[in-house]
Each structure stands twice: as C-alpha cells, then as structure tokens.
C-alpha cells in the first residue's frame, strides 16, 4: 500500500489532520491501535479555543459543534467560599466553545467516512521505519496478517503512549517533564450543571471544578491524592466533597445524582523537542502533555496539526519545504506559551502537599487580587480563550 502521508494514532490529531489533509487532495492512511469503539468511549475535556472552533469550521465538520456547543464568555474563579466571574468579552473581546471532545471525535470519524478515508482500526505492532530517508514507510499487524504503508511522510498522532515519539534517536530529542503530585477525580452526572459557566475553585482542602457537556449533563472534579483509586469514592463521598469546596451561593444550587462515569487521571507537563526528526512528525500528546487545569490539551492538538495541515499543503503544491523545516520551532513556540498558562493555573488553584499555611494565603491573595484588577483578568483571559496561532 501507499500514501502520501501516513498517520499514526486515530484520535482527534489523527484525524483533524487527516481530514484536512483530504480537503487539500493529500491522501492519507490512519493506523490506529484500538477500535472507534473504544476510542469514542474517552471521556476528556469540552473547552474549545475560538482559533479551535475556526479550524474545525474550515475543516467542515462545525456543523452539530454549531449547533450543539455552547459559547462562554467568561469562567468563576473562586476562593474563601467567594466567587468571581473573568468576563472574556470585556477584556479580551473573544468566547470559547464548550462542546465535548467526543463529539469533535465522533464528528471527525463521519467525515472521514465520508470522504472514503482509510482507517486502520485495531492494529497491532505498529513501527515508523526508514523516518530520516527519503521513503519512510509503517509496518503493522491487523488480523493476523502484516502490512506495509509506503509514504512520504509520517505524522506521529499516536498520543502520549504512542511509539513515534520512541522511534526518534534518544540522542536527537529532550524531553521536560514535571508530574503533579495529585490527580484528578472527575464524574460525569445527568444532572443540570450547578453554574452557566465553568467554576475553578481554590480551597485549602484541594482544587474543585464544576464544568459541563450540556444543559442536562454535568462534569465535575476535585482533586485527589495520586494513590486513589475511583473505586475509593462513592458517589456521596464524592458529592460531599465537592459541596464543601466549592462557594455556598454554588452548591446552593447543586443538583446532585448518580455519577455515569467516574475516573481518576494524573496531571503532568511534559514537552518532547524537537516535534520532528526526518520524515517523522509529531502532533498533540505524541509531542506534549499538559494539565487539564487550562483545558488546552486538544487546543494544542489543533494548531499543531494546523501548522503541519498547512506545511505540508505547501510542500506538496511544489512552492517549498520552509513551513515544514519551520514546523516544529513554530508548534513549540505556542506549545510552550499554553504550557506556562496551564502550569501557572494549576499552581494557582491546587493544594500541594506539605504546603505551608504561607503558601496558602499567597494562593488566595493572588486569587484576591485577580478579582480587583481587570488587568490581571485580561492577562487570564486571553490565555485561556487562546493564544493568536
Ligand atoms: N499505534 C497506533 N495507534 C496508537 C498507538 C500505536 N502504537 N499508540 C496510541 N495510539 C492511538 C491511541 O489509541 C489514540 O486513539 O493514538 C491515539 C492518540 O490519541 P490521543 O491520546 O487522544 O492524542 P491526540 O489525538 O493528540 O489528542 C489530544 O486527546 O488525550 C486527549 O487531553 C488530550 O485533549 C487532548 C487530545
Ligand atoms: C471538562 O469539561 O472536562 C473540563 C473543562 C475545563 C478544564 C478541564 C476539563 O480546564
């Protein structure tokens, strides 16, 4: 078999890159380790940055985001059982879109079914080869028979777990990590979401966070040490936990119920440099990892496969090969600038152990002096609605 670009991984990078690709007459292949079952099962996070929105307009699968997602204009932070709204409009003119990424994945998957794409599902044993020659190819195993995808590229899309990132020279990349020493336990409840728009709470007990998929399906988190398991929090304990975190004007109003899904996920940053080696190129978690904290895990995920989207337009419509030499300082450059926004929110917002009392009230104070000043808040605003791309 062959194509022009071969992809790796068969989530959201995968297949926004793909899709584009397709629309630019690029032709592709996906190989992917699980089914669409499985994959369409993740439950991750539902903040899309405007730029997102535009991408996925352009890449025609905005229809059922337009017509089901809901613009914000603004988040609660709150503290000391006081909230406070940071209005995007006002300070930094823009909105984001909650809609699931489920959805922008089960949207992705029917556009790519539509034009015809081929999609390798549960495939086995796949390995990039040949990456810094001219003719890289993919091998890999699916129903008890081997394959060989011959191309002229390779898109590492294949997440934080994946093998592209493995399959570049230890010598040739670094990697930067730091691990949180918490996680997050979230559920998923059909029940009305206790706010309009998403509350982020600071609380000397941990970090809560009341967000939303719809008007009638609710996703909330609290933090929770790493040695938990989901198992260990029944619904009440749950519930209980979160009412005392967050302001009582919200729980004033919390609707609780039945948790639909519950999980527990760590938080790191991470960020393997460069994103390229070769004829390999890395997108989203394949390249970088950051806590859910800024909500910019797919947001990232989006402009880089926007930079390469558009990189390799160029190159293949014989203009030159600047854009993809330029990808990878150009994708870090932004990766880096969400990278710092999502670490200092998490900073902000979590109770770390061993935390002095001292530490704590810097904490609030600094939560305090956000509310005061519409500076700070346009600096948090137009980070969190996202960076220019
Ligand atoms: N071979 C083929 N496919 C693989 C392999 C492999 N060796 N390893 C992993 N995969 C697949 C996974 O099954 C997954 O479907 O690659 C896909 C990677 O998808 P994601 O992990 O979702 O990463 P990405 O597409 O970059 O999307 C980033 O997803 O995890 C969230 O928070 C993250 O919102 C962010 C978004
Ligand atoms: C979510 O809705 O799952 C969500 C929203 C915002 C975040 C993280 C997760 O920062």
């Known amino acids: 078999m062959r194509t022009q670009v071969a992809i790796i991984g068969g989530?959201?990078?995968?297949?926004?890159?793909?899709?584009?690709?397709?629309?630019?007459?690029?032709?592709?292949?996906?190989i992917e380790r699980q089914s669409r079952d499985h994959v369409l099962k993740r439950i991750r996070a539902g903040v899309l940055e405007w730029g997102t929105?535009?991408?996925?307009?352009?890449?025609?699968v905005g229809?059922?985001?337009?017509?089901?997602?809901?613009?914000?204009?603004?988040?609660?932070?709150?503290?000391?059982?006081?909230?406070?709204?940071?209005?995007?409009?006002?300070?930094?003119?823009?909105?984001?879109?909650?809609y699931g990424q489920t959805e922008v994945t089960k949207d992705l998957y029917a556009a790519q079914d539509a034009m015809g794409?081929?999609?390798?599902?549960?495939?086995?044993?796949?390995?990039?080869?040949?990456?810094?020659?001219?003719?890289?190819?993919?091998?890999?195993?699916?129903?008890?028979?081997?394959?060989?995808?011959d191309c002229d590229f390779i898109a590492g899309c294949d997440g934080f777990h994946?093998?592209?990132?493995?399959?570049?020279?230890?010598?040739?990349r670094k990697e930067f990590e730091r691990v949180y020493p918490f996680g997050w336990l979230g559920i998923l409840t059909e029940t009305p979401p206790v706010s309009g728009e998403l509350i982020y709470a600071n609380h000397p007990r941990g970090f809560a966070l009341a967000s939303m998929r719809n008007h009638r399906l609710s996703r909330y988190y609290i933090q929770v040490p790493l040695e938990g398991r989901a198992e260990d929090w029944p619904d009440q304990l749950f519930w209980e936990e979160f009412k005392r975190r967050l302001p009582s004007e919200a729980t004033a109003r919390l609707v609780t119920g039945p948790s639909i899904?519950?999980?527990?996920?760590?938080?790191?940053?991470f960020v393997n440099e460069p994103m390229r080696y070769g004829r390999l190129l890395l997108c989203g978690d394949a390249a970088h990892i950051v806590p859910p904290t800024g909500a910019k895990g797919l947001n990232l995920a989006v402009s880089d496969v926007h930079y390469l989207s558009e990189a390799l337009k160029q190159h293949y419509d014989g203009k030159d090969s600047h854009a993809l030499d330029a990808y990878s300082e150009r994708a870090l450059a932004r990766v880096w600038k969400a990278m710092r926004f999502s670490w200092w929110m998490t900073m902000l917002l979590h109770r770390f152990p061993e935390q002095t009392e001292f530490e704590q009230r810097i904490r609030e104070g600094e939560i305090n002096y956000i509310?005061?000043?519409?500076?700070?808040?346009?600096?948090?605003?137009?980070?969190?609605?996202?960076?220019?791309f």
């Open 63 to 98: 229809a059922r985001m337009d017509a089901n997602g809901l613009v914000h204009q603004g988040i609660f932070l709150a503290a000391q059982n006081r909230q406070f709204r940071v209005d995007f409009k006002q300070t930094c003119g823009k909105q984001v879109m909650v």
């Open 162 to 172: 994946g093998v592209s990132r493995q399959s570049m020279p230890s010598e040739k």
């Open 261 to 269: 899904e519950k999980s527990i996920a760590p938080l790191r940053s």
């Open 53 to 60: 929105v535009e991408v996925l307009r352009s890449a025609g």
């Open 11 to 30: 989530g959201p990078s995968g297949l926004l890159l793909s899709q584009l690709l397709n629309r630019a007459g690029i032709t592709t292949a996906i």
């Open 371 to 388: 509310a005061e000043s519409i500076a700070a808040q346009s600096t948090m605003a137009e980070n969190y609605t996202g960076l220019p």
């Open 117 to 149: 794409t081929t999609i390798h599902e549960e495939a086995s044993d796949v390995q990039p080869q040949d990456i810094d020659c001219e003719r890289p190819f993919v091998t890999f195993r699916r129903g008890g028979q081997s394959f060989r995808i």
